[in-house]
């Protein structure tokens, strides 16, 4: 049963296959705790789930005959539907959509090397999420 | 299927450079000078890289030596200049006269001059033969 190792995922912000720019997507989710001790002679601190988010981290090549058309998806502080995909779209794969809100934005920076030019994208859950990986949602 | 990368670099390198300069005229070979070769000449061959893996596609970072061939080191240096005059920073993001097409399939998006080649060979009857060139970069996305 092999890992899964592949650079191919499905990654749509806005209704938009940016699945071809992407260098790195992560999804970060996270559930804040909530002290619930109680009780006389309690020794340890009990925790309790809070509410969850998510953080994002999208890196997206700088392709100058397509930048115009997904630059706008990436704007700081701008509210996108994402999609994303590990295994692709597949019937049947995990898949996550949520209304994201974009963080920041690092990037483009070129430098004298001539690297890669890139598009970090920091976001963050803005909404429940439509389908939930984490609890089990699919393509 | 696109093109093999290395291969339409090969190609359209010795494109650019057959013919550029009376220096070395079309005495452009890749890989290896054939015996018949008379002085001066331009040699090109593969030194390193391949896929960049930049972006999911296809992409290629190669590296090239490209050197010239004389047994005049005034000549090898001019030559090996007149090489990088044609040659660095002349991809298709550097320049609107860029001076590589990979076509159909590339595009050479940059070309980067870098580590000096140079190399004396003694042959007999106290004859030097100078080798001066470069390495250089070439960065290809796909078309």
Same mark, same amino acid.
């Not at chain 1, 998510?54 to 005959?65: G, H, K, Q, R, V």
């Not at chain 2, 061959?45 to 590296?63: C, L, P, S, Y």
């Not at chain 2, 047994?71 to 005034?74: A, C, F, G, N, W």
């Not at chain 2, 970069?137 to 078309?143: C, D, N, S, Y």
């Given at each position: 049963?092999?890992?899964?190792?592949?650079? +191919?995922?499905?990654? #749509?912000?806005?209704?938009?296959? #940016?699945?071809?720019?992407?260098? &790195?997507?992560?999804? +970060? %989710?996270?559930?804040?705790?909530?002290?619930?001790?109680?009780?006389?002679?309690? &020794?340890?601190?009990?925790?309790?789930?809070?509410?969850?988010?998510?953080?994002?981290?999208?890196?997206?090549?700088?392709?100058?005959?397509?930048?115009?058309?997904?630059?706008?998806?990436?704007?700081?502080?701008?509210?996108?539907?994402?999609?994303?995909?590990? &295994?692709?779209?597949?019937?049947?794969? %995990?898949?996550?959509?949520?209304?994201?809100?974009?963080?920041?934005?690092?990037? %483009?920076?070129?430098?004298?090397? +001539?690297?890669?030019?890139?598009? +970090?994208?920091?976001?963050?859950?803005?909404?429940?999420? #439509? #389908?939930?990986?984490?609890?089990?949602?699919?393509? | 299927? /696109?093109?093999?990368?290395?291969? /339409? =670099?090969?190609?359209?390198l010795? $494109?650019t450079l057959n013919?550029a300069n009376?220096l070395w005229?079309?005495?452009v070979?890749?890989?290896?000078?054939?015996?018949?070769?008379?002085?001066d000449y331009l040699l090109y061959?593969? @030194?390193?890289?391949?896929?960049?893996?930049?972006?999911?596609?296809?992409? /290629?970072?190669?590296?090239l030596t490209i050197k010239a061939v004389s047994?005049? =080191?005034?000549d090898a240096m001019k030559m090996a200049a007149a090489v990088a005059a044609l040659l660095n920073?002349k991809? $298709?993001?550097? @320049?609107?006269?860029?001076a590589v097409?990979?076509?159909?399939?590339?595009?050479? @998006? /940059?070309i $980067?001059q870098g580590?000096i080649v140079?190399?004396?060979?003694?042959?007999?009857?106290?004859?030097?033969?100078?080798?001066e060139g470069n390495s250089y970069?070439?960065?290809?996305?796909?078309?």
């Open positions: 049963m092999p890992a899964h190792n592949s650079n +191919k995922v499905y990654l #749509v912000l806005d209704s938009m296959d #940016v699945s071809g720019f992407m260098t &790195e997507v992560g999804i +970060k %989710p996270s559930n804040t705790d909530v002290d619930i001790s109680a009780g006389a002679g309690l &020794e340890h601190e009990q925790t309790g789930a809070g509410l969850d988010s998510t953080s994002w981290d999208i890196s997206l090549a700088y392709f100058p005959e397509a930048v115009a058309d997904y630059i706008t998806k990436i704007r700081h502080g701008a509210l996108v539907m994402a999609i994303y995909g590990p &295994e692709m779209n597949v019937p049947g794969k %995990p898949k996550h959509q949520q209304l994201i809100k974009i963080s920041s934005i690092d990037g %483009p920076k070129l430098d004298v090397k +001539k690297g890669a030019v890139m598009f +970090k994208v920091s976001a963050k859950g803005a909404d429940t999420p #439509v #389908v939930d990986m984490f609890r089990g949602g699919t393509f | 299927m /696109a093109e093999r990368a290395l291969w /339409a =670099l090969y190609q359209g010795f $494109t013919g009376s005229g079309d005495q070979y890749p890989d290896a000078a054939p015996a018949w070769a008379g002085q061959f593969w @030194t390193g890289g391949g896929e960049a893996n930049d972006v999911v596609e296809q992409d /290629a970072r190669i590296t047994d005049s =080191l005034e920073d991809g $298709t993001q550097e @320049t609107t006269t860029p097409s990979a076509a159909p399939d590339w595009l050479v @998006t /940059a $980067t580590r140079h190399l004396l060979e003694k042959f007999s009857d106290a004859v030097n033969v100078y080798h970069e070439f960065i290809m996305g796909l078309a």
